[in-house]
């Protein structure tokens, strides 16, 4: 589950929604020059998605517990690691239309000045 929080910008003021995290159902990426993001699916991801929950230990989430123990028991692919799935979902994702790469640790930034030096916020909504 993800949340949305208020955050100011350091260097410029403006004000602004944030959103961190992903949903049961998807992956949050971020652009790692302008800081706009795109969700990828994991019904995008197919196969490299049914890998990485192949090799979990532990399930991600309770919402979606049976159907990742179901693959786990069943599907007959080979498992991969984080870091693989990982590295699959950012070049899946590809590039940003700025020139920039859409990455799953990249700081939010301010979407007039570009900066990462941000005070954020309580969080005002959370979102799946």
């Known amino acids: 589950m993800g949340i949305r929080v208020q955050a100011r910008c350091l260097d410029c003021g403006m004000t602004f929604a944030v959103d961190h995290g992903g949903g049961f159902l998807f992956h949050l990426l971020r652009c790692d020059s302008c800081g706009k993001t795109k969700s990828v699916g994991f019904d995008e991801l197919g196969e490299l998605h049914l890998r990485y929950l192949k090799g979990l230990q532990v399930l ?10 179901y693959i786990q028991e069943s599907a007959s692919v080979e498992r991969i690691s984080e870091n693989e799935y990982h590295r699959g979902i950012e070049a899946l994702a590809g590039k940003c239309r700025c020139g920039g790469k859409y990455s799953l640790d990249a700081p939010p930034r301010c979407p007039e000045c570009h900066s990462t030096r941000l005070e954020e916020g309580e969080a005002t909504l959370c979102y799946d």
């Open 60 to 69: 991600s989430s309770s919402a979606s517990a049976a159907r990742d123990r």
